[in-house]
Structure formats: C-alpha cells, structure tokens
C-alpha cells in the first residue's frame, strides 16, 4: 500500500514560482514512477509530467513543457514539481500520483494511488 501527501501550493502572481512536494510511505518508493495531474474547476483531471522510479525518464505534457520540472529523491521518499513562469491557466488542484511499476505512464487510469491534491491559484 502506498500513501502520499502533497504540499507546497498557495496563491502566486503570473510569472512566479512554486515548488509542489509528494511524500510517500509503503512500499519501495524507487519501484514506483510517479506522476502529476492537476483539475481546474469545470475540468478533467488532466496529467502534467511523470517521472520513472530510478528518476531516469521523464514526461511532460506540451502546456507546461519547459516551464516545469519533475523531479525525486528516493532517498527521502519525495517527488517534487518545479513550476517557474506559472500562468492563470496553471490555476488546478494538483494531484501526485503512483503506478505499481518503475516505468512511467502519461495516462490518467494508469495511475493506482492518489494524495489529496494541493490547490494552486495563480493570479492575473
């Protein structure tokens, strides 16, 4: 079983950064590639950038590829999200997420453990 806990969201003005941790607990954290989605209000629950276990591979998708980075450390059992340049369109619940497997998956329903998700609000 896998648990985790995001952090790290808050209100920001356009242009700014965020840093979003994902601590987990349970099973060999390095077994598991991790991943990032976000939900607007009105929206489907979209995914943002994966990362393999080994931390090796990563994904991203095309709104917030080269504004974000994705990134873990296994040794603290800790994924992290780095969003620089954010944009009112960022504005989302952000969800970390885990797949039973070391290989990433860029798909929603891949995914078998969900955190409760961090609200990030950035402001015009």
């Known amino acids: 079983q896998v648990q985790l806990v995001e952090s790290g969201g808050g209100l920001v003005q356009a242009g700014g950064s965020l840093r979003l941790s994902c601590a987990a607990s349970g099973h060999t954290f390095s077994a598991h590639a991790m991943g990032w989605f976000r939900q607007a209000p009105g929206k489907e629950r979209d995914f943002v950038a994966a990362i393999s276990g080994g931390g090796g591979t990563t994904y991203y998708a095309d709104p917030v590829n080269g504004r974000f980075t994705i990134s873990r450390d296994n040794a603290k059992n800790t994924v992290y999200l780095q969003m620089n340049s954010l944009k009112p369109e960022d504005t989302a619940v952000y969800y970390c997420?885990?797949?039973?497997?070391?290989?990433?998956?860029?798909?929603?329903?891949?995914?078998?453990?969900w955190g409760q998700g961090t609200q990030v609000t950035v402001s015009s």
């Open positions: 997420a885990a797949v039973s497997s070391p290989f990433g998956v860029t798909v929603r329903d891949g995914y078998q453990y």
